[in-house]
């Protein structure tokens, strides 16, 4: 079984839509969760991090559910340069990272 | 302040070939690990170091994969021979690796695209 299971997309949606990514992991003793972003050809990059409590940055809200062991991010009101693969990641007491396969969007004019 | 150093940016090799990659981490940071992205799916660790001593490689195809970080700085990845199948993104990413991780983040460095053909 992975570790992190993710719809991989790709989402295609109109400027100014609001769209949400989903993300299971399946290790409960999961210490802490993330949100990166990984444009074409280039490495990922910490969009954010995800917390018991739900955090939001600007036009982005991220959510965690543990006893579900479930991660979501919702980026409302989506710009052009919003497209992106989206990788939800999990990190053990063990100081591993572990990857989900990542989901394709892209924003439409 | 400097990121993840990674070399070379591309290889391109023939199957049964050797290659090798170089990584440099964050200064001060103590845990490094080594990624493969196969074009279209996530990250998946290779190996992971702390300091000097492996944490874990329980993905490293050891027959063929073999990493080292002998000072507990930067460190080399090498196939060797390579399979058709190597053809991916190798990463490199390191975090601070301190006692108290819960709040621990991964930086990557630009990564090396190896093609083997």
């Known amino acids: 079984r992975k570790e992190v299971e993710q719809d991989p997309g790709p989402f295609n949606v109109p400027e100014g839509a609001t769209v949400a990514f989903n993300c299971t992991y399946s290790n409960s003793a999961s210490q802490s969760f993330f949100w990166y972003r990984q444009d074409c050809r280039k490495e990922p990059k910490l969009l954010m991090s995800v917390y018991s409590s739900g955090n939001e940055d600007g036009r982005f809200t991220a959510q965690l559910n543990r006893a579900s062991q479930y991660i979501s991010l919702l980026i409302r009101d989506s710009k052009l340069s919003d497209s992106a693969t989206y990788l939800c990641v999990v990190k053990n007491t063990g100081n591993q990272f572990y990857f989900g396969t990542g989901t394709s969007l892209t924003v439409i004019p | 302040e400097a990121g993840v150093a990674q070399s070379p940016r591309y290889k391109i090799i023939e199957k049964r070939q050797s290659v090798a990659f170089w990584c440099n981490p964050i200064?001060?940071?103590?845990?490094l690990y080594w990624y493969q992205q196969i074009l279209g799916q996530g990250p998946k660790l290779l190996i992971q170091f702390q300091n000097n001593g492996v944490v874990d490689d329980s993905q490293l195809p050891k027959d063929r994969f073999s990493a080292e970080r002998l000072k507990g700085v930067d460190s080399t990845l090498k196939i060797q021979p390579a399979k058709l199948e190597d053809s991916a993104v190798y990463l490199c990413?390191?975090?601070?690796?301190?006692?108290?991780?819960?709040?621990?983040?991964?930086?990557f460095g630009s990564g090396t695209q190896l093609s083997v053909l």
């Open positions: 990413a390191s975090s601070l690796g301190g006692h108290r991780a819960t709040n621990e983040k991964l930086f």
């Open positions: 200064s001060g940071h103590a845990t």
